[in-house]
């Protein structure tokens, strides 16, 4: 059974830092894309950091490049997720997801939200 768990997430204030983690089992993370998306009230889901099992690279979204940064863990087949500098228009729910046994990049992924399952998702409130 694949089972995506977030946590970290939190209230911080602007300029502040957190890092969200997904623990992902039922799967290997080694043949598997898997990233993170946001949405916040009203608006649309959208693929924040994404990394490709076609190339071992990770996509980013503009709105985050320098600010946020993906890894992995394949020992612990946990993913992270951490965001730094971070600005009120961060304040969202974000979900991990995961493509399995899927080649893609990175970027097909975040921009066409390639995945097989969703994890619950974790808020991300970033205010004064």
């Known amino acids: 059974q694949v089972q995506l768990v977030e946590s970290g997430g939190g209230s911080v204030q602007p300029g502040g830092s957190l890092r969200l983690s997904c623990a992902a089992s039922?799967?290997?993370?080694?043949?598997?894309?898997i990233g993170w998306f946001r949405q916040a009230p009203g608006k649309e889901r959208e693929g924040v950091s994404c990394?490709?099992?076609?190339?071992?690279?990770?996509y980013y979204a503009d709105a985050v490049k320098g600010r946020f940064t993906g890894s992995r863990d394949t020992a612990k087949n946990t993913v992270y997720l951490q965001m730094n500098n971070l600005k009120p228009e961060d304040s969202a729910v974000y979900y991990c997801?995961?493509?399995?046994?899927?080649?893609?990049?990175?970027?097909?992924?975040?921009?066409?939200?390639?995945?097989?399952?969703w994890g619950q998702g974790t808020q991300v409130t970033v205010s004064s």
């Open positions: 039922g799967f290997n993370l080694d043949y598997s894309a």
């Open positions: 990394f490709g099992s076609a190339d071992g690279r990770t």
């Open positions: 997801a995961a493509k399995i046994a899927f080649l893609t990049t990175g970027q097909a992924m975040c921009v066409n939200h390639l995945r097989d399952y």
